[in-house]
Structures are given as C-alpha cells and as structure tokens.
C-alpha cells in the first residue's frame, strides 16, 4: 500500500472523462501504486488505439497512467481491473528495464524474437497479478465465474 502516492491531472483530461475516473484512480492508486511511487499523473491521448497505458520513471519516482478516447467504455466493460492493470505495471517495471537492457546488448533477430515473447510473458503477469488484486479487493466478482465451471 502506497498512502503518499500524490495524484495529479493533466489540464488536457477532459473534465467529462477527469469526473469519471477520479473516483476510481484516487480510491486504486494508494491500494495497488508501489511505494517507489511518489507522485502518478494521469494524462490524455484521444487519438491512441489503447485503452490504457503507462509509462515511469522509477529514479524520479513518478509514474503516469494515460487515458484514451477508449478508456471510457473499457472500463464499462471490465471495471477496476483495468486501472490496476496499468497500475500493476509499475510495480515489474524494473524487470522491464532490465529486460530491454539486456535486450539491446544482444541486438539483432534475437533480440526482436526475446522482445515479442517478453511482451506475451509481461502482459500475461502483469493481467495475472491485476486480476488477484482485484479479487482481493473485491472477492465477489469472481465468484459467479467459478461457479459457471462448477
């Protein structure tokens, strides 16, 4: 739990799209940001083709979670999970760093083929840990799921 994680928005959120997230980011952030993170910006980008996105920087000690012209009705559709998602990704982003690092020494077709299998392995934990936490939070909305497959 990171208690003094400091959110701020960007100018350039919508006020419309600023007032349905708030709620959600403000109540996630401090539960799911690891405590490297000192301050998490939230920001806009009508034009991405994503949901969601991230970026940080674990030296400064900030992160920024992006919202899209998408972000709206994914959220609709998949609830929390999909900010702590974004958010779960700052917390293996120091294996990321030392992954592209590596990466780059080794250079050429090898290092295309490690990244593309690197981002199948990374989104899969990253989503494998935001669905535990979530489940943790709110253990009720997966029980309808394992009892369809009873």
């Given at each position: ?24 980011i ?25 949901g ?16 899209t ?64 936490f ?17």
């Open positions: 739990m990171n208690k003094h994680v400091r959110i701020e928005w960007d100018l350039k959120v919508p006020v419309a799209v600023r007032e349905y997230f708030i709620e959600p403000t109540r996630l952030a401090p539960l799911v940001c690891p405590t490297w993170m000192h301050e998490l910006s939230v920001e806009y980008d009508p034009d991405s083709e994503h969601m996105w991230c970026r940080g920087d674990i030296a400064s000690r900030w992160g920024v979670i992006g919202l012209g998408n972000s709206i009705p994914l959220y609709q559709r998949e609830g929390d999970r999909v900010i702590v998602h974004e958010l779960v990704h700052f917390h293996i982003r120091p294996l990321q760093d030392l992954f592209q690092f590596a990466t780059v020494q080794i250079g050429g077709k090898a290092e295309k083929a490690l990244d593309r299998n690197w981002t199948e392995l990374y989104e899969g934990a990253t989503e494998d840990l935001a669905r535990a979530t489940a943790l939070m709110d253990p009720s909305i997966y029980i309808d799921v394992f009892e369809e497959r009873r």
